[in-house]
């Protein structure tokens, strides 16, 4: 089947948020995102190579709505990435159950140990941060409207596969984070914290990062009952002003686990 003009009109129209949330769909490229999510995420089309599409099983192609085989020239026509690889695929953008019902999202805090972004823009940093999320058993992740949009195609490909398993929720985080409950601890990371590695730690509750700049803006500070800082070593070593937010992150959940196991 030729690749028209249409259809690449089509896919490079979802590298727009306001055509994503119009259409309700995104882009993966690549062997590794791509396969990874069609066992997780509705796809819509499917262009791809004949190679990738003999290494699919036929239950995961049967729940694929339309599939167009097509050789790498016609790939590298359809894709926005600077090294085109055998696969791009139209996925439809995951409705969350509770993402409606605020009552339903501030009790997963209850339940489990959740991420909240503060105004992270990088889209790097929001797809490794999801990653990361995924690594360490975060499902739930709960965003500002100013954070990065997780459904954007640089933010997609960080995310390798993960934001399949990752349930990201944006909202007014002041306003989600007033109605938690009084004994749900929210942890910010903040340059006056206490030191990480010598504070109890709890499996439930909130890890607020925030913008790669400005850190934690002071309408979600306040809500924070425990400030924790990421100390460097040693102590009295010259070093960098500050850690990138997606680094940091990986650190703060490491150290939240490595608690856990130690139980």
């Known amino acids: 089947m030729l690749i028209t003009k249409q259809n690449i009109k089509y896919i490079r129209s979802l590298s727009l948020k306001k055509n994503r949330d119009a259409e309700q769909c995104f882009v993966a490229e690549g062997p590794k995102v791509v396969a990874d999510l069609l066992p997780l995420i509705p796809c819509r089309e499917l262009y791809a190579t004949t190679d990738f599409l003999q290494g699919l099983s036929a239950e995961v192609l ?47 805090a209850n339940q489990d140990l959740c991420l909240a972004l503060d105004g992270v823009q990088d889209p790097g940093n929001v797809g490794t941060i999801v990653r990361a999320a995924d690594w360490f058993g975060i ?35 002041p306003t989600w984070l007033a109605g938690l409950a009084p004994d749900v601890p929210v942890y910010g990371t903040f340059l006056d914290g206490q030191n ?8 439930k509750g909130v890890i607020v990062m925030g913008n790669e700049g400005r850190g934690i803006s ?13 100390p460097h070593y040693p102590p009295d070593r010259p070093t960098s002003e500050s850690l990138n937010v997606a680094v940091a992150t990986a650190i703060v959940c490491s150290a939240f686990r490595s608690k856990l196991l130690a139980t």
């Open 62 to 108: 049967s729940g694929v709505a339309h599939v167009v085989e097509v050789g790498q020239k016609d790939i590298e026509r359809l894709s926005m990435l600077k090294t085109p690889r055998s696969a791009v695929a139209v996925f439809s953008i995951p409705q969350h159950v509770h993402q409606n019902d605020w009552e339903a999202l501030r009790l997963l």
């Open 218 to 230: 002071d309408e979600v500070a306040r809500f924070a009952t425990h400030r924790l800082l990421i």
């Open 196 to 203: 990480l590695y010598a504070q109890t730690l709890k499996a």
């Open 139 to 173: 499902e739930h992740i709960f965003a500002s409207l100013d954070t990065a949009d997780v459904f954007a195609p640089k933010v997609v490909q960080a995310t390798m596969g993960a934001i399949g398993r990752v349930k990201v929720h944006y909202l007014s985080l």
